[in-house]
Nanobody
Framework: QVQLVESGGGLVQPGGSLRLSCAAS????????MGWYRQAPGKQRELVAT???????NYADSVKGRFTNSMDNAKNTVYLQMNSLKPEDTAVYSC??????????????WGQGTQVTVSS
């Protein structure tokens, strides 16, 4: 059984910073990609950033230059450093991982989500 556990959300003022983390635990062979999605009230869930185990990153245009996604392969953990936060970044942020499990299947797993609120 694979679990993704997120941490690091909270309330921050505009222009501030937060760092989210997501750790994968359980029995699996390898992680292909990890990333972050967010969903604001009344809006569809959108991709924020992804990273492969080889370090290739992808970002939504709205966060390029402000957010940095990184992965510690030894800890099976992905981090999202969020700087220069804006009120429009307010959302529930969820971690997603594509993980190869026993039998060779690659399965998508999701974390429980963490609230990020940017407000003065």
């Amino acid at each position: 059984q694979v679990q993704l556990v997120e941490s690091g959300g909270g309330l921050v003022q505009p222009g501030g910073s937060l760092r989210l983390s997501c750790a994968a635990s359980g029995s699996f062979f390898s992680i292909y990609t990890m990333g972050w999605y967010r969903q604001a009230p009344g809006k569809q869930r959108e991709l924020v950033a992804t990273i492969t185990s080889g370090g290739i990153t992808n970002y939504a245009d709205s966060v390029k230059g402000r957010f940095t996604n990184s992965m510690d392969n030894a800890k099976n953990t992905v981090y999202l450093q969020m700087n220069s936060l804006k009120p429009e970044d307010t959302a529930v942020y969820s971690c997603r991982a594509a993980i190869r499990v026993s039998g060779g299947s690659v399965i998508d797993y999701w974390g429980q989500g963490t609230q990020v609120t940017v407000s003065s």
